[in-house]
């Protein structure tokens, strides 16, 4: 007979899947990258109300943030104030776009 689990268990599964079933699991995130290395968090299902919206956290290290330059700890600012059409972290990318680019 197996024993009881008494560590936590991840289990990771496709977004369509991670909304839509059911299952009994009490906590189920969905996490994506977001905008200058943000990591949006968002609760799908959790004990007591629920929470709409996302919850944005810093996914850079204190360690390594100290020294990066501010370029690249927010490389959308640089992108917005220079008016530049430049892919930011944490937006998509047209790859057909970025291919003429880099044939140029």
Do not use: Y
Not at 45 to 59: N, V
């Amino acid at each position: 007979m197996p024993s009881p689990v008494t560590c936590p268990v991840f289990l990771f599964s496709p977004v369509e899947a991670a909304q839509l079933d059911a299952s009994p699991a009490p906590l189920r995130v969905l996490s994506t990258l977001g905008v200058d290395w943000e990591l949006q968090v968002r609760i799908l299902k959790r004990k007591g109300a629920l929470l709409d919206g996302s919850i944005a956290l810093p996914s850079i290290p204190g360690t390594l943030a100290s020294v990066l330059t501010p370029r690249l700890l927010r490389p959308s600012v640089d992108c917005q104030s220079g008016g530049l059409q430049c892919p930011c972290i944490g937006q998509r990318v047209n790859r057909r776009r970025s291919r003429q680019l880099a044939a140029h």
